[in-house]
């Protein structure tokens, strides 16, 4: 089948699902405390349903797939849906977002379904930080979600990303710094992006990688690896050889020029960019019965039409109306 590409020539390669919009935690970046609206099941995408859109767009060269949610291990006995896309010969990477809360009892049954990468978000490694940052007093049960993964090595690499904040993120650095040095985890910096279910977001918010990596470097100097091979996470080491830093700069550093991925919500949207003010809807045609060939042309027209760039920053912007647990990370 011919490859999936877009309307700027960038062939799509990853696919970010998200399975549910729910959350355990209610993190200030995100949403609000009293919560957001949950959409009902019958909304939701069937795990039947996503793995037929993922072999459609795997067959196009769309070979990375990431889950995500919301907070994807509250949605019941997701290794179903690992076990069904690990099965597809056109998948080749099968990876899971997630804040660690329910990892350590599920993890066993998500690596033997064929899980095959895992990204961790934890942004305090202070547990009253972590409880200001999240409203849930929970750090000790994602550490040990953490430790519960590690102890698989067939699940690599655990990646731990850090949502950077000004005003916030800057007592957790060196803490973060230490932690990459001690463990087999690979911290990412990403910066503060305007995806709050608040509207809360400015640019004075967001704390700069650049300036992070100066604060990581007055204590460990760093050198430069290069980019990993999505091109989003800019690679860092310590020169002295102990561990890993990345850093993901999409509002001081975009890297739009390369993007190679969409994403599916959990009811079955189509979105071409994080920050895209259209969608297309995937779960009317396939719930009406449509043909392969039918969701191959909706997806085709779709992509084609694809951002060239995000607009964060500049003039004239504005937030998408969905905070990021209902797009999917």
């Keep these: 089948m011919k490859p999936l590409i877009d309307g700027h020539g ?24 009293e919560g957001l609206p949950w959409l009902n099941r019958e909304s939701l995408l069937s795990y039947e349903e996503m793995a037929r859109l993922v072999a459609l767009l795997s067959s196009m060269g769309v070979h990375d797939v990431r889950l995500t949610g919301g907070e994807p291990l509250v949605r019941k006995e997701l290794w179903r849906l690992v076990e069904m896309l690990s099965g597809l010969d056109d998948v080749h990477d099968l990876s899971l977002t997630t804040n ?77 710094a230490d932690f990459a040095r001690r463990t087999p985890y690979v911290v990412r910096f990403i910066e503060f992006m305007p995806l709050d279910a608040d509207h809360a977001w400015s640019a004075d918010k967001v704390l700069p990688n650049e300036e992070i990596r100066r604060l990581i470097s007055e204590v460990y100097p760093l050198e430069q690896v290069g980019r990993d091979r999505h091109g989003t996470s800019r690679r860092w080491r310590f020169a002295d050889g102990e561990g890993e830093i990345g850093f993901i700069s999409p509002v001081s550093e975009p890297f739009c020029g390369d993007c190679n991925r ?31 060939d039918e969701l191959e042309e909706i997806v085709r027209d779709a992509v084609w039409r694809k951002e060239l760039k995000h607009h964060v920053g500049e003039a004239g ?12 990370g």
Excluded: W
């Design 10 to 33: 960038r062939p799509i390669g990853d696919v970010r699902i998200s399975v549910t919009d729910r959350c355990n935690f209610r993190c200030q970046y995100c949403m609000p405390a």
């Design 100 to 176: 660690g809360y329910l990892l350590k009892s599920q993890v066993d049954d998500l690596v033997r379904a064929g899980l095959k990468r895992l990204n961790v978000s934890l942004d305090s490694l202070a547990p009253d930080r972590f409880f200001q940052l999240t409203r849930r007093d929970s750090l000790a049960q994602v550490l040990e979600g953490l430790e519960a993964a590690e102890a698989h090595p067939e699940l690599r690499p655990i990646k731990v990303n850090v949502v950077a904040l000004k005003d916030f993120t800057e007592d957790e650095v060196v803490r973060f």
């Design 262 to 292: 969409i994403r599916l919500t959990a009811e079955g949207m189509l979105r071409t960019c994080l920050f895209s003010m259209h969608e297309t809807d995937l779960r009317a045609p396939l719930r009406g019965g449509a043909s392969d």
């Design 317 to 328: 912007f504005r937030q998408p109306p969905r905070s990021m647990s209902r797009i999917g």
